[in-house]
């Protein structure tokens, strides 16, 4: 037995990152910092990660400074979202320069215990990716709000990763159709690809996969932020030759309102 406050002291031994709530404004600073090094195309910029610190490219583990983060990019679009429970944040990079065009997803992990980032963990797309075509996923990204949620209009971590998991469920499960909360209007953005016509109707659900036996999308990491009912899930597509892969969603009222993708085939 034990009293309430002894309980609680017990507990946070045991699962401190469930009790503290990681401090959000370390994590938006982070992911600028690693924007700031991506427009500088100097890893050399960031600090504060831990002594086992990992990148990864595509599902592959590299030194930081042998992938994008070596180019300087134009950086015309970043957008972030925290998980103040994770410790994690996942930052969308658009660069539409014609000349080294990129689109990235990367999801950085943090150390509860002393906010260092342990893992850079990004999708990194350019020419012949998936539906490539930076131009396009910068036009109708910057028309799409992914702004915060009103706290009475906010969607709870479970149902923001069910909406998720349903939703890439799809291609290994026709039940999972039913239970995305499908919402209207809703686009999607794959690649450079938009479903959306600007319509009061738009539908996420055309050209929804019907061949419902294909792999899982397994190896799923997750950032989830409430606030801008956001879900970002990074996974291996693997009917589609294997890619690395990121889905993102966005919820209102329990219904999903956006999906972009970036998925990068391994030819
Ligand atoms: C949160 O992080 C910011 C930026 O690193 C820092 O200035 C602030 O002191 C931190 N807040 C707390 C409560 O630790
Ligand atoms: C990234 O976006 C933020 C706004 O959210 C902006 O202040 C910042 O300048 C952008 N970074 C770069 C390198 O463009
Ligand atoms: C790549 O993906 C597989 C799952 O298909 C996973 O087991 C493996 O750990 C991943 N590799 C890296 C470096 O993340
Ligand atoms: C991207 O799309 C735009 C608009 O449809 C098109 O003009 C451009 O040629 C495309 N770029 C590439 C590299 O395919
Ligand atoms: C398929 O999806 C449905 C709806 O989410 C779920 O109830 C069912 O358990 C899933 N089946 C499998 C085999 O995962
Ligand atoms: C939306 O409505 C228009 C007519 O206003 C129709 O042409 C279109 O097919 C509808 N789209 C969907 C996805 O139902």
Request: charged share 20%.
């Amino acid at each position: 037995m034990c009293g309430l406050y002894t309980c609680l002291i017990a507990l946070a031994a045991v699962f401190p990152a469930v009790l503290a709530e990681c401090n959000r404004t370390h994590l938006f600073e982070w992911a600028h910092n690693f924007v700031d090094a991506q427009a500088l195309g100097f890893a050399g910029y960031l600090d504060g990660a831990s002594d086992d610190f990992v990148y990864q490219e595509n599902n592959k583990t590299m030194d930081l400074t042998a992938g994008v983060m070596r180019k300087m990019l134009k950086i015309d679009h970043n957008r972030t979202i925290a998980d103040s429970v994770t410790c994690s944040s996942y930052t969308e990079i658009i660069s539409a320069d014609a000349a080294q065009p990129y689109v990235i997803g990367a999801q950085i992990h943090h150390n509860p215990s002393d906010m260092k980032a342990y893992l850079v963990d990004s999708i990194v797309s350019t020419t012949g990716s998936w539906l490539f075509n930076a131009t396009q996923t910068l036009h109708y990204a910057l028309q799409e709000n992914w702004g915060v949620l009103p706290e009475n209009k906010r969607d709870t971590r479970t149902t923001l990763k069910n909406a998720a998991d349903a939703y890439l469920n799809i291609w290994s499960n026709k039940s999972a159709i039913d239970a995305v909360p499908w919402g209207t209007p809703c686009a999607r953005l794959e690649g450079g690809a938009y479903t959306g016509k600007g319509e009061p109707n738009d539908s996420c659900k055309v050209g929804i996969p019907t061949n419902n036996n294909q792999a899982p999308n397994s190896h799923r990491r997750y950032v989830i932020d409430e606030t801008v009912g956001s879900a970002s899930v990074l996974c291996i597509f693997e009917h589609l030759q294997m890619a690395p892969d990121s889905h993102e969603f966005r919820l209102e009222g329990g219904k999903l309102r956006y999906v972009h993708t970036i998925t990068v085939p391994q030819k």
